[in-house]
């Protein structure tokens, strides 16, 4: 019988990488603070978006919920005033975008829709309705009126 040596690196090399893969995964994804996300630039916003896409793209499930509450919770938790003035300066950006920039956000938007599951697309809805429940008479009416007519 001979006498041979097995070379494992690059099987461990292999699992090495696995490993990395896995632990890269369960970090959780840090939810950006509001007001800091409000103070970068729309290319940094951009930057930002994009990252944060491919980092959910890769979550699992579970992860991306986790994600979502944890935005939620951290808008709830800013005062009226910080969230009216977050608003206003949202709406100021979106108003000082070129009608091709507006268009493309939406564009991407809608075929982040589209692409979502028929679960995903009821879960966003349910999101929104109680989002829309946790709204005051006077923000529901303003809402509705700023919203387009189909």
Not at 41 to 53: D, N
């Amino acid at each position: 019988m001979k006498n041979r040596l097995v070379d494992y690196r690059p099987a461990f090399a292999a699992l090495l990488l696995a490993l990395s893969g896995l632990a890269a995964q369960a970090a959780p994804i840090e939810v950006p603070d509001p007001k800091g996300w409000a103070a970068l630039t729309p290319e940094q916003q951009e930057e930002r978006r994009a990252a944060l896409k491919r980092q959910l793209q890769q979550a699992t499930p579970a992860e991306r919920q986790a994600f979502r509450q944890q935005l939620r919770e951290r808008l709830e938790t800013l005062s009226p005033h910080d969230r009216k003035a977050l608003a206003a300066q949202t709406r100021d950006r979106w108003e000082t975008l070129s009608p091709e920039q507006r268009q493309r956000l939406m564009d991407e938007r809608r075929e982040q829709i589209k692409g979502m599951t028929p679960e995903q697309r009821r879960e966003l809805v349910q999101q929104r309705r109680a989002m829309l429940e946790k709204l005051s008479p006077e923000e529901r009416r303003a809402l509705r009126e700023k919203l387009p007519r189909d």
